[in-house]
């Protein structure tokens, strides 16, 4: 059962998730907060796989919600998906680099919902092509020069090829058609890409990517 946790300060917009969620056969909603503070006590106390965190919520936003779970060690299992209204929300880029593992709008339709859920506990934090792409582009024009290439000094020539398409937003069946190669191989090479960098998921190596100047702005196709 993948189990989640429902951050929200709105009643309604809780109750709708969760009778989507309870729904599901392989999803259980194992608690629910109307604020910050509270959401950080249950996520320590319930240890779900997945977070859906509203980002403005009363006592404690849930950017900061989700910078003290990511940067909690104990925690390191526990995955954030931020919730907001607007897909170009001004915060959603500093979820990411927060560690957040993807965001998603709350008129989402109730399919992508439950495709991210699932995406984002096997490991895939790029929930939607478009929206990837504007986020990508946001991080582009943000970013400042990059750091010193040592850093990808332990990848392969292989898994640096495919941290950069991943870094223009390929999924692993993309990465997989440009190289020839299997998606399973694709999804190899950057998982292992991940555990050598210490990246949480897929969008913390994006966000490495820029910052290690492997890719760069204007290279979205």
């Known amino acids: 059962m993948i189990r989640v946790l429902l951050a929200d300060d709105q009643l309604l917009v809780r109750a709708g998730f969760r009778a989507l969620l309870d729904a599901q056969g392989d ?5 629910e907060a109307d604020d910050g503070e509270r959401a950080l006590d249950l996520v320590r106390e319930l240890r779900p796989d997945i977070v859906l965190m509203d980002i403005r919520m009363p006592r404690l936003d849930g950017l900061a919600a989700t910078r003290r779970v990511t940067s909690d060690p104990e925690l390191a299992e526990v995955k954030v998906i931020m919730l907001t209204t607007f ?21 989402a339709e109730p399919q992508e919902l439950l495709r ?32 010193a290439a040592d850093a990808l000094a332990a990848l392969t020539d292989r898994e640096r090829e495919v941290m950069a ?20 191989t694709a999804k190899t090479h950057v998982s292992r890409a991940m ?4 990246a949480r998921d897929r969008a913390q190596l994006v966000v490495l990517a820029y910052e290690s100047g492997l890719v760069r702005p204007g290279w979205l196709g």
């Open 87 to 107: 897909e170009l929300d001004e915060y959603v880029f500093e979820a990411i680099r927060a560690g957040a593992s993807g965001f998603l709008v709350k008129d």
């Open 116 to 147: 991210a859920v699932r995406a984002v506990v096997g490991g895939d934090a790029l929930l939607s092509p478009g929206v990837t792409r504007r986020l990508i582009a946001e991080f582009a024009a943000r970013s400042k020069e990059p750091a």
């Open 27 to 31: 999803i259980e909603v194992v608690g």
């Open 195 to 198: 555990v050598k960098l210490g």
């Open 165 to 184: 398409l991943a870094g223009i937003g390929l999924s692993n069946e993309e990465i997989a058609r440009r190289l020839v190669v299997s998606p399973l």
